[in-house]
């Protein structure tokens, strides 16, 4: 069965630290990847995606992920955090085999200190 | 912009009591999800619908069940509520199968508290 595992369950750092969070996945097949993003009293929103081509891939507000698919990673990225990004994230996977179900980690809380 | 709404964003109900959360999405997309949001857990997909009148269960369908009569609205009910039902509930819908673009949109949750 398809898991998503999100190493870091809080992460707490300051303003202007950089930022990686680690996502693995496990499934054999082809797969899209998101990270979503979801700020304190707010709906869960999607920061980035991948679905293929580039490995490297940029969403908003200065996030990027990098799929490595010989590791089964999709490790989030930021160089320099600010304190508006403050929330909880989440990876997810899908296959492409027209499921439609969706596997999400179980989030990871980032703390960013002014 | 997608919007997907959901009927109440705050419920108090007794336990054995009949639950109805309803989810809207204007955004014409086949796939409609119930999700339950609970800390250290994730999300945990209760039940999906690819189509008006089908649903699939998910991990956790136990004690819920699901309606699907027109394709912008999805109900989850809890035939009889029990306090282990106390959660977020997230209502999510997404395109069925477009390459690139069958990313999920979420509504606003709905934190239901049963007593």
């Known amino acids: 069965a398809q898991s998503v595992s999100q190493h870091n369950h809080h992460v707490i750092l300051s303003e202007a630290a950089s930022l990686e969070l680690g996502c693995n996945y496990s499934?054999?097949?082809?797969?899209?990847l998101f990270w979503y993003v979801q700020y304190p009293g707010q709906h869960l929103q999607l920061l980035l995606k991948?679905?293929?081509?580039?490995?490297l891939v940029k969403g908003i507000k200065g996030f990027e992920a990098e799929f490595i698919k010989s590791k089964f990673s999709f490790n989030l990225r930021k160089p320099s955090v600010q304190w508006s990004d403050t929330a909880e994230y989440f990876c997810?996977?899908?296959?492409?085999?027209?499921?439609?179900?969706?596997?999400f980690g179980t989030g990871t809380r980032l703390k960013v200190l002014a | 912009d997608v919007k997907v709404t959901q009927s109440s964003r705050y419920l108090v109900k007794r336990t054995g009591e009949k639950v109805f959360l309803e989810c809207v999405q204007d955004?014409?997309?086949?796939?409609m999800f119930w999700y339950r949001q609970d800390p250290g857990l994730g999300l945990r997909l209760i039940y999906f619908?690819?189509?008006?009148?089908?649903?699939e269960k998910g991990d956790i369908p136990e004690g819920y069940s699901v309606s699907r009569e027109k394709k912008e609205r999805f109900s989850l009910i809890l035939e009889s509520a029990s306090t282990n039902q106390t959660s977020m509930y997230l209502c999510?819908?997404?395109?069925?199968?477009?390459?690139?673009?069958?990313?999920?949109?979420f509504g606003p949750g709905t934190r239901l508290t049963v007593l």
């Open positions: 999510a819908s997404s395109l069925l199968w477009v390459v690139g673009k069958n990313e999920q949109f």
């Open positions: 499934y054999g097949g082809t797969v899209n």
């Open positions: 991948y679905f293929s081509g580039d490995p």
């Open positions: 997810a996977v899908t296959d492409t085999s027209g499921t439609y179900k969706y596997i």
């Open positions: 955004m014409d997309h086949e796939n």
């Open positions: 619908s690819y189509d008006v009148k089908m649903k």
